[in-house]
């Protein structure tokens, strides 16, 4: 139980973080952390359980990928936007 809760929260805080250097690379005032991370933490946990232990690198290292991918398609269509409407 101990590596469970071990990996949780290795997981959440790791999520977290992503989340936020995203949420502050895209301009973002305030917000609260999206509760669906929970639910990927807690994945992250029985995968590193019931697998491997590198499940949890794993994971942060696929929503950060998944992240960076939406970070850079806001990006891309804020840049087509601009060049669309350059008066407004």
């Not at 949890?56 to 696929?62: E, I, N």
């Amino acid at each position: 139980m101990v590596d469970f809760l071990v990996f949780f929260f290795i997981s959440l805080v790791g999520l977290a973080f992503v989340f936020w250097i995203f949420f502050r690379l895209s301009g973002g005032g305030s917000t609260s952390m999206p509760f669906g991370l929970i639910f990927v933490a807690l994945t992250s946990a029985v995968l590193s359980i019931q697998l491997s232990p590198w499940a949890t690198p794993a994971v942060l290292a696929l929503y950060a990928g998944f992240s960076l991918k939406e970070y850079l398609e806001d990006k891309r269509h804020l840049t087509d936007q601009e060049d669309i409407n350059p008066g407004d």
